[in-house]
């Protein structure tokens, strides 16, 4: 077997299997690495996608060390093991350290806001690319964007998400109760603004009749992609998973973790978080299920007179963050990338370029509006 050149850290968790049976399927040889190297033997051991693939199973501690001696040699890491702004940050030092690009399939708006702040820098400097969150949230709101920026003139981006009839892994709910009880983010005349917190608002959607229950859900990585974007001035981010209830009893476990937790160390509040979390989400979930697992992706661009618009149409959430995730590495090594530093994955690789990979894949359908 050839040497593989990219590094799958957290490949035997629920979306790890998944960017592992996408890599197998385009013959992309990798390491499956993570913290237990008898956990993944089995899991991946077991996983029918994976037979005949070309992989090697490393088991290493999360520091920076010994990781970046994994990594050396190596060309591209993609890390699915969070919450990331608890354990990731010496991965990205070792990517930093070996010379590698870094991705990830965050959800955290904090983590993604810490990344660029901290390293986009060096790693631009260090001609590396450095992408949090190459997953279903938020690369899917970044490519809706770029086809409405099309559009000269729009300065102002609305991108709501709808993803219904997926179950959250464990890992996500994690992430998810973290980053909806720290401050979140919009971006308002080119400077971040918190959003009221713990509170829902409503939206609609394309394709339904509903008057949707939202919350920000950490105010999504999007606007801190369009932070230094030359025209974008305002950016904001809405999901709803569809159910008011699901929607209402989230706001209420944060305005519960806010009158508890809001006076306590951020160690305490990363502690009740994943003590909240485990007590929610006991197992993996089931694959989704393409029959009820369909996502929403809406972005309304508007300038002074400009306005576009751009739905994505998609269905199986977590399916189609284990495609971008192969796609990324596959393009990384056929040397697509189009820029280094911090950057989103339309700045990365093209907006349309993605969009295509995942038409390709049946799992995403882009309609733009004008």
Known sequence: MSEPKVVLFGASGYTGKMIAGQLAARGIPFVAAGRNAE????EL????ELAGARYEIVGTPVEAGALTELLRGKIAVYNT??????????????????GCHYFDSSGEQDWTLHCKRTWGEKFAAAKLTLIPCMSMMWASGDLAASLVLETEGIDTLD?????LGSTPSVASTLSFLRMCCQPQLKLVNGAFVEWPPATTFAAVAPGTHEVLTCLPWSGGAEPVWYESHPTVRNCKVLVSFGSPEHMERTAALTREFRA???????EEQERATNEMGHAMTTQEPPRDDPAISRTIVSCHGRGERAHASAVLWGV??????GHIGAV??????AGKLLAHGFQSPSGAFGGRALLRDWSESGLVEAEILR
């Open 260 to 266: 508890k937790w809001a006076d306590k160390s951020a």
């Open 39 to 42: 956990r993944l033997r089995s």
């Open 316 to 321: 199986r959430g977590y399916d189609q963050t």
């Open 159 to 163: 991108i709501l998400y709808v993803p």
């Open 45 to 48: 051991g077991n996983n029918p």
């Open 81 to 98: 093991v969070g919450p990331m702004m608890q354990l990731a940050a010496p991965i990205v030092e070792a990517a930093l350290a070996a």
């Open 328 to 333: 990324v590495l596959q393009r990384v090594l």
